[in-house]
Each structure stands twice: as structure tokens, then as C-alpha cells.
């Protein structure tokens, strides 16, 4: 707050030729109170000061610089809010694990539990070879 002060302050000293610590304070409300650049152009033509490019110029900063009080949130404010959301909604998605129909259909890596009920009807059929094999 104080660079903004100091920089009002070296502004008006450039439009009026003198800057009073009051002067600046009110400059500085009424860009607050602002809803466009053109607002303060009028409010400081108001004041006495002159309606040239550099008072233009003064505002369109000085409007870029303060939080306006009727505006809301900023344009940052916004995006940053909608990103939050958004990670937000990306924590609460999970992934779907695939039917056991679709497995045949999709190639991926089978659950531990799967290999050993695999790897246990592997065993039984080879044990039961085995025993026709002997009995013949």
C-alpha cells in the first residue's frame, strides 16, 4: 500500500504540480470505488484536474492497480478459484476396474488372486494327466 501511495503521489505531483498525503488517500478511494478508467477520468476532471492523455493514462494505472470494491473478485481470483475446483473434482474420480467378461476382451495384467486360482487349476489338471498316464 505504501509503493501505491508513493506512486499516486509522484503521479499527481506530474498532473497538478503539487501532492498532498489527503489528495492521495482520495485519489485513491475513488479508484476503488471505481467501475472503469473513465470513472476516475471524470471524478478527477471533477476535482479541477485537466482532461489530457496523461490523465487517461493515470487512471487506466492506477484502475489496474487498486481492488475495486464493486467488481467483485478479479479476474486471477476467478481462474484460481476454478482450478481449485477443478483439482477438487479430479481427486474424487477413480479408476473402473473391468468386468469379469471383459477380461477375455482386454489384455491386463490379472489380480494376484486370479494367478493362484490359474495356477492352482494348472496343478490340478496336470496331477489328473498324471494319473490317467499310470493307469493306462
Do not use: C
Not at 42 to 53: E, F, K, R, Y
Not at 107 to 123: I, M
Amino acid at each position: 500500500m505504501g509503493d501505491l501511495k508513493t506512486w499516486v503521489s509522484d503521479k499527481l505531483m506530474s498532473l497538478l504540480g503539487y501532492s498532498q498525503p489527503n489528495v492521495v488517500q482520495y485519489v485513491i478511494a475513488l479508484s476503488k470505488k471505481a467501475s472503469s478508467p473513465s470513472e476516475i477520468v471524470n471524478q478527477l476532471v471533477d476535482l479541477g484536474i485537466s482532461s489530457s492523455t496523461e490523465t487517461f493514462v493515470f487512471a487506466k494505472e492506477i484502475f489496474a492497480r487498486v481492488e475495486h470494491k464493486t467488481s467483485g473478485t478479479s479476474l486471477y481470483q476467478q481462474q484460481e478459484r476454478e482450478a481449485a475446483m477443478l483439482a477438487r473434482k479430479q481427486k474424487s474420480y477413480k479408476l473402473v476396474e473391468a468386468d469379469d467378461e471383459d477380461d477375455d476382451m482386454v489384455s491386463a495384467a490379472p489380480s494376484p488372486k486370479k494367478d493362484e486360482t490359474r495356477s492352482k487349476k494348472f496343478r490340478k489338471r496336470s496331477y489328473a494327466e498324471d494319473d490317467i498316464d499310470d493307469e493306462a
